[in-house]
């Protein structure tokens, strides 16, 4: 950009949005498992983490264990609670830590994605950006949800749509998500 700052809003929108659609995704990811016949969301599957049940629960450790080091929460790794015995039970959980995330996201300023922050580890302690902090995060998540997506294909519930929420052009397919959220197009494309 030979010198040209962007405006700090459009630093931060991409976080934003990338926190938005995790929402969305996982939303869609949760109503298709809630769907499934009983027994398949315990199912032994072909995946690093043998269920969709188990890849689940890891994504949503994972994202609770880096939302606390955001929120200056330094126990390390930990088992949080929530009802995880059912699809439903973990939906509502999965719900509440992503809403956070996505207000965390839309309130953030240049200034807050430069903050260091220490990620304790068993053996050491990690200090990192809130910047990088939070694209790990989001990437951690995506490659999941593929995970999460495809064994879905293999269930009695087709795999849903999951990578369709940021364009404009994408604004009907998306109309039934923002509603269940209660989010205007504006709030979701700002």
Known sequence: MDGVTPPPDLICRPYRQLARNARLANAR??????????????????????SLKETMVHLLNADRYYIDTLRGDLRGPSTPPGSRATPAGFAAERAEVDDWLVDFCETLTVEALSRKINIPWPDRTLTETVADTLLHVFLHGQHHRGQIHSMLSGTSVPPPQIDEFILTDNAEARVEDLAALDWSEARLTR
């Open 29 to 50: 990811l949760d109503r298709a498992c809630v769907a499934l016949q009983p027994g398949e969301w315990e199912a032994t599957r072909t995946s690093f983490f043998p």
